[in-house]
């Protein structure tokens, strides 16, 4: 075997720098990484999806939590563009009935029911973190009750936007 030079500094550490400096000075390449990789969550949630519409777990909900968490109001347009595309993707992949227009209507719905839920809970964790008097476990309780109730609130204005935007019929 051939005797391999270490690696300087500079080149051990390119990557880990380059890509945390995109995403924190470039909107369009942050929104860009945001949106494939929402949209390549949500196709490995698929890995347990064990009916229409629903997963055991749903990745893309812990994802959009952490975005809106770390990059705030900056995560959203990604967001909203990536569950519209899923939408307009799930509905052909169901074989729906509906039309482009019907079918970006309801990925705005989507849209909104998913995000507008996490992005109230991740302000209200991010101003809580930000006080004077805040201490570790109650930060730590405060992210386990908003997570829980955004995720909650979430999937009941989810459910409510697939049945309104007839994604699932309630009468079967």
Known sequence: MEN???????????????LPAYLGESMLFRSAFIFVAWI?????????????????????????????????????IPIMLAAI????????????PLNLEQKIWAGFLFGLAHILPY???AACISTLSKSKNKNTPQLIITFLLVAGLATLIATVLVIMSLVYTKQVDISK
């Not at 391999?4 to 380059?18: A, M, N, Y």
């Not at 307009?88 to 992949?93: A, L, Q, S, V």
């Open 40 to 76: 390549v969550v949500w196709q490995l949630g698929r890995l347990v999806e064990y009916t229409p519409h629903a997963s055991v777990w749903f990745p893309a909900a812990g994802f959009s939590f952490a975005c809106l968490l770390v990059h705030c109001r900056k995560a959203v």
């Open 4 to 18: 391999q030079q270490p690696e300087s500094d500079g080149e051990k550490h390119i990557l880990g720098t380059l």
């Open 119 to 121: 992005w109230l809970g």
């Open 85 to 96: 595309t899923i939408t307009i993707w799930n509905i052909n992949h169901y074989q729906l």
